[in-house]
């Protein structure tokens, strides 16, 4: 099984969208980077209508500088999911997408029946403090990044040193003032669907010192920690897509 892609003109920003399986739909919101790819969450899509949309500014979607806070990426999503017909779907995120995900769960909880957030950013935890992305210099990224090495490219070509500078200017519209979102501990208890909270214990970037954090923020969440797992979880693992799976098959009817 693959991916099927097409592209969605959304406000005026053409949006490529992933997509693969039936069933009940799990939108994927991606983090600060589409280089490698998404076919490490295809098993979700035996039980699924699996969703991976890619944010403008990422990827093969086109750009837009008029996002330059999450809200923006909120509204975008909610066009996006109006023009798919998504009036219910399990919604998981990771890292950048967890934020995205998380607005949207605070702000929109009657269309969101399962939340999965993948080591988010967002939150101000001072004892565990979100790596600043923006100040590592490129040949010292990987380590904060992954625990295999192996899933980033040795040696990098031309077009993709581009895109990947073109993906992390269109993430510092958002993140280069700051990783985290002051405002966001005082809303999160209106996200009160069933969530899960997934971390790498070995994510250098946003430490899971962070988790506790989370959870003592959202109503109704639940924690599972990665041994020996980085902030790539969903490539470096596949207990991480089992995870997902499990936790989003108990909104499915029997």
Partial sequence: ?????????????????????????????????????F???????????????????????????????????????????DALGLDRLVLAGHSLGGYIAA???????????????????????????TTDVFTIPAPRLAPYLTEKPELLAAEPTPEFLAERYREL????????????????????????????????DADRLIPVGQCAAWAGLLPNAERHIL????????GETPDAVAAVARFAEASVPA
């Fill in 103 to 129: 607005t949207l769960a605070i702000d929109h909880p009657e269309r969101i029946t399962r939340l999965v957030l993948a080591a988010p950013i967002g939150l101000r935890v001072r004892e565990h403090p």
């Fill in 169 to 200: 200017t269109s993430a510092a519209r958002l993140l280069w003032t700051s990783p985290y979102d002051r405002k966001l501990p005082d809303w999160l208890h209106r996200a009160r669907m069933p969530a899960l909270l997934l971390w790498g």
């Fill in 1 to 37: 099984m693959g991916f099927d892609e097409a592209t969605h003109r959304i406000n005026g920003v053409d949006t490529v969208v992933l997509s693969a399986g039936a069933g009940e739909p799990l939108v994927f919101l991606h983090g600060a980077g589409t280089a490698g790819g």
């Fill in 39 to 81: 076919d490490a969450l295809l098993p979700l899509a035996e039980r699924f209508r699996l969703i991976v949309p890619i944010h403008p500014g990422f990827g093969g979607s086109a750009d837009d500088p008029r996002i330059d806070e999450v809200h923006d990426y909120r509204r975008h999503y909610l066009d996006l999911f």
């Fill in 227 to 234: 041994p020996g797992v980085g902030h790539l979880m969903f």
